[in-house]
């Protein structure tokens, strides 16, 4: 790297942590496993209180990206801010704390605790980090968590292995959302779901969104998530983010991957859906009027 | 950063009360506030959230619940609020954190009754599972064609040559150790040269085979139960069953095996490494010079004392394999279950054993072999 270009990226990174509206910024970051190269100089700003979906094959690393924002990997190289924090390799740290009380993560099988129940699971990090919200509040406080997220309330003293994967999906919401973050991070959460459960959880998530003011990070495969409920889509390949922007901003690159992960027979099913939809939702307006 | 949660008693002209909240209600600014809310009593005319300038689900909750319990309303402040503290009341409803709660002298009561069904399930599924790999056995006997060579070679190195070394160790080790105390003992009677006897009888027909068993139940029998249990819970097992391939052919067979096989072999590796070392302390300590201990322990020691040995050697790598195998194929759950099932196995394993090397004992001796 050149003495300029280093000033250069520098300078970016001093631009995006001054903005207050990033809640996360990552700059030149590099990941490798061995000989294989995963990320490569790969820059991303979320903007703050938007829902933004990040897309790729199979194998892009979007994991990973995931993982090294919240610090689980170290990074070989570049910088990960979050809230104007620098994270890279601090999650133990102490000071880091704060920053950590203001996100919740939502990892692929749920990661449940298997010897705690589904509210108990909930309770963990209000336990961990709030001690002094006292013993009742705090049930009562994973009861309307597991009813925020849809689960029945039955589902409150059961065993994660005695859930069902949709269940265990939400749970892992529930729990992701106990200390009411800021930021929210999803993978792949609409995975291994039925469409009408799948577009449940869409639904919860974007009113969770929409009445909380979260910042969301969500790693989908799912085109009709990405359709219904993200403001903006990142799209990773090349071992970097290629394009960020909404999906018609998108579609107007020519990208032979974007082109033909959003123009494939099931992008095109996504996007009819999403023109009836819009079709109805305006015929029913047009309707409205004439009344 | 933003200001604490506040509250404010106010009585109002009219003779009632108003609380007056104030500052940021989240719940890292609550701090002491849920248990002032508590304090509150009745009546209260309304809860005044004019004031708070920031409010998250767990600062709506605590004021729902006190709106809940003092049987007042709320008023003031801005839609967001509102909505907020409406939206937590709107999924109110009871839900259970925890499995009922069962008194001491019944959970009691109850796990003696779960660990009596447990053992004897154990005991018939153990039974029922060694039927199992003999049914399989003489499958493989008609059908030669579908024996795995491969699995069980393989299987032959982990159990088998990456334990000489360790096995070899603590069987020197164990060696020293008999002659080291039985010459103690014997010289008191100034029978020294007797040393030799202890040690070539006692570790061929007992020590090295039930060291050996003990350590290959640690090593392999453990390996066996996590490596199995973890399949089953990825669903590798059910996958295999579908291809058509029967987890029992493939899996079970060449794991009990090997450990059948591989007995023997290493029960007599560390008999004979026992023996040296016994071999070196006499050598060292006792000034026996190595070529009259092995002529002694040729006049000494008879050869169905190795028989004894090497017949105990396959039963017992029969019942470590077996219940290797077995405790993990019952892994259901979760992966706790495999570390609980992988204890289970070693436990069992030893403890099989050592139950049935007494009765070999008794056997042996019934037949004349002592």
Same mark, same amino acid.
């Given at each position: 790297?050149?003495?300029?270009?280093?000033?250069?990226?520098?300078?970016? $990174?001093?631009?995006?942590?001054?903005?207050?509206?990033?809640? $996360?910024?990552?700059?030149?970051?590099?990941?490798?496993?061995?000989?294989?190269?995963?990320?490569?100089?790969?820059?991303?700003?979320?903007?703050?209180?938007?829902?933004?979906?990040?897309?790729?094959?199979?194998?892009?690393?979007?994991?990973?990206?995931?993982?090294?924002?919240?610090?689980?990997?170290?990074?070989?190289?570049?910088?990960?801010?979050?809230?104007?924090?620098?994270?890279?390799?601090?999650?133990?740290?102490?000071?880091?704390?704060?920053?950590?009380?203001?996100?919740?993560?939502?990892?692929?099988?749920?990661?449940?605790?298997?010897?705690?129940?589904?509210?108990?699971?909930?309770?963990?990090?209000?336990?961990?980090?709030?001690?002094? $919200?006292?013993?009742?509040?705090?049930?009562?406080?994973?009861?309307?968590?597991?009813?925020?997220?849809?689960?029945?309330?039955?589902?409150?003293?059961?065993?994660?292995?005695?859930?069902?994967?949709?269940?265990?999906?939400?749970?892992?919401?529930?729990?992701?959302?106990?200390?009411?973050?800021?930021?929210?991070?999803?993978?792949?959460?609409?995975?291994?779901?039925?469409?009408?459960?799948?577009?449940?959880?869409?639904?919860?998530?974007?009113?969770?969104?929409?009445?909380?003011?979260?910042?969301?990070?969500? $790693?989908?495969?799912?085109?009709?998530?990405?359709?219904?409920?993200?403001?903006?889509?990142?799209?990773?390949?090349?071992?970097?983010?290629?394009?960020?922007?909404?999906?018609?901003?998108?579609?107007?690159?020519?990208?032979?991957?974007?082109?033909?992960?959003?123009?494939?027979?099931?992008?095109?099913?996504?996007?009819?859906?999403?023109?009836?939809?819009?079709?109805?939702?305006?015929?029913?307006?047009?309707?409205?009027?004439?009344? | 950063?933003?200001?604490?949660?506040?509250?404010?008693?106010?009585?109002?002209?009219?003779?009632?009360?108003?609380?007056? =909240?104030?500052?940021?209600?989240?719940?890292?600014?609550?701090?002491?506030?849920?248990?002032?809310?508590?304090?509150?009593?009745?009546?209260?005319?309304?809860?005044?959230?004019?004031?708070?300038?920031?409010?998250?689900?767990? &600062?709506?909750?605590?004021?729902?619940?006190?709106?809940?319990?003092?049987?007042?309303?709320?008023? @003031? #402040?801005?839609?967001?609020?509102?909505?907020?503290?409406?939206?937590?009341?709107?999924?109110?409803?009871?839900?259970?954190?925890?499995?009922?709660?069962?008194?001491?002298?019944?959970?009691?009561?109850?796990?003696?009754?779960?660990?009596?069904?447990?053992?004897?399930?154990?005991?018939? %599924?153990?039974?029922?599972?060694?039927?199992?790999?003999?049914?399989?056995?003489?499958?493989?006997?008609?059908?030669?064609?579908?024996?795995?060579?491969?699995?069980?070679?393989?299987?032959?190195?982990?159990? @088998?040559?990456?334990?000489?070394?360790?096995?070899?160790?603590?069987?020197?080790?164990?060696?020293?150790?008999?002659?080291?105390?039985?010459?103690?003992?014997?010289?008191?009677?100034?029978?020294?040269?007797?040393?030799?006897?202890?040690?070539?009888?006692?570790?061929?027909?007992?020590? %090295?085979?039930?060291?050996?068993?003990?350590?290959?139940? @640690?090593?392999?029998?453990?390996?066996?139960?996590?490596?199995? &249990?973890?399949?089953?819970?990825?669903?590798?097992?059910?996958?295999?069953?579908?291809?058509?391939?029967?987890?029992?052919?493939?899996?079970?067979?060449?794991?009990?095996?090997?450990?059948?096989?591989?007995?023997?072999? =290493?029960?007599?590796?560390?008999?004979?490494?026992?023996?040296?070392?016994?071999?070196?302390?006499?050598?060292?300590? =006792?000034?026996?010079?190595?070529?009259?201990?092995?002529?002694? =322990?040729?006049?000494?020691?008879?050869?169905?004392?190795?028989?004894?040995?090497?017949?105990?050697?396959?039963?017992?790598?029969?019942?470590?394999?077996?219940?290797?195998?077995?405790? #993990?194929?019952?892994?259901?759950?979760?992966?706790?279950?495999?570390?609980?099932?992988?204890?289970?196995?070693?436990?069992?394993?030893?403890?099989?054993?050592?139950?049935?090397?007494?009765?070999?004992?008794?056997?042996?001796?019934?037949?004349?072999?002592?």
């Amino acid at each position: 790297m050149t003495a300029n270009e280093r000033q250069a990226k520098e300078e970016r $990174i001093e631009r995006a942590v001054a903005s207050d509206d990033i809640a $996360i910024s990552v700059r030149g970051l590099k990941n490798s496993f061995g000989d294989q190269t995963v990320h490569e100089n790969l820059d991303l700003d979320v903007r703050k209180g938007e829902i933004l979906g990040v897309v790729g094959g199979s194998g892009t690393g979007k994991s990973v990206l995931m993982r090294s924002i919240i610090g689980l990997q170290v990074p070989d190289e570049g910088e990960v801010h979050v809230f104007g924090e620098d994270m890279v390799g601090r999650l133990d740290d102490d000071e880091a704390l704060a920053i950590r009380k203001r996100w919740g993560v939502l990892f692929q099988g749920g990661a449940l605790f298997s010897t705690l129940t589904v509210a108990e699971n909930v309770e963990v990090p209000i336990r961990e980090y709030y001690p002094n $919200i006292g013993p009742v509040l705090r049930d009562e406080i994973a009861a309307y968590k597991i009813r925020m997220t849809g689960l029945p309330p039955e589902a409150g003293p059961k065993y994660p292995a005695e859930l069902s994967g949709g269940m265990k999906k939400r749970a892992g919401l529930a729990r992701a959302l106990a200390l009411d973050p800021d930021l929210l991070f999803l993978d792949e959460p609409t995975a291994g779901l039925d469409p009408i459960g799948a577009a449940a959880f869409d639904d919860q998530t974007r009113k969770l969104q929409e009445t909380l003011g979260l910042t969301v990070f969500l $790693i989908t495969h799912d085109l009709d998530t990405l359709y219904s409920i993200c403001d903006r889509v990142a799209v990773l390949a090349d071992k970097k983010v290629i394009a960020v922007g909404t999906i018609d901003e998108l579609l107007a690159l020519d990208h032979p991957w974007i082109q033909e992960y959003f123009n494939g027979p099931r992008g095109r099913a996504a996007t009819a859906a999403v023109s009836r939809e819009r079709g109805k939702a305006a015929a029913e307006k047009q309707a409205d009027g004439r009344q | 950063m933003n200001k604490a949660a506040d509250l404010v008693e106010e009585s109002r002209d009219d003779g009632g009360k108003v609380i007056r =909240l104030s500052g940021t209600w989240s719940i890292a600014c609550l701090n002491d506030m849920p248990n002032r809310l508590d304090a509150i009593s009745g009546p209260v005319a309304c809860i005044d959230v004019a004031d708070i300038d920031h409010m998250d689900t767990i &600062g709506a909750w605590t004021i729902h619940r006190t709106v809940k319990r003092l049987e007042t309303e709320v008023s @003031g #402040g801005s839609t967001d609020c509102k909505r907020l503290i409406g939206a937590v009341g709107k999924i109110d409803e009871p839900v259970d954190i925890r499995p009922t709660y069962v008194s001491p002298f019944n959970r009691v009561l109850g796990q003696i009754g779960e660990a009596v069904i447990n053992s004897v399930n154990t005991l018939v %599924g153990l039974l029922g599972f060694f039927g199992g790999v003999l049914v399989t056995v003489w499958g493989l006997i008609r059908h030669p064609s579908r024996f795995r060579i491969n699995a069980v070679v393989q299987r032959f190195e982990v159990v @088998g040559v990456s334990a000489l070394g360790i096995i070899g160790l603590m069987s020197f080790l164990i060696g020293i150790v008999i002659a080291q105390q039985g010459a103690v003992q014997l010289r008191q009677f100034g029978m020294e040269m007797l040393t030799i006897n202890l040690v070539g009888r006692l570790t061929f027909r007992e020590l %090295g085979v039930l060291m050996t068993a003990i350590m290959v139940a @640690g090593r392999s029998g453990s390996a066996f139960a996590a490596q199995l &249990g973890t399949m089953k819970l990825t669903e590798e097992v059910d996958a295999m069953r579908t291809i058509g391939v029967s987890p029992m052919e493939a899996l079970v067979l060449p794991r009990t095996l090997a450990v059948v096989v591989m007995m023997p072999l =290493l029960g007599f590796y560390s008999s004979i490494i026992a023996i040296i070392g016994g071999g070196f302390l006499c050598a060292v300590s =006792l000034d026996i010079p190595p070529i009259t201990f092995v002529q002694r =322990l040729r006049e000494v020691v008879p050869i169905h004392d190795l028989w004894v040995g090497l017949i105990k050697a396959p039963v017992f790598g029969l019942i470590i394999g077996i219940s290797g195998c077995f405790q #993990g194929m019952q892994v259901k759950a979760n992966a706790e279950e495999v570390g609980l099932r992988t204890t289970a196995a070693v436990v069992q394993a030893i403890f099989l054993v050592i139950v049935l090397d007494a009765f070999f004992a008794v056997f042996f001796t019934w037949v004349g072999w002592n």
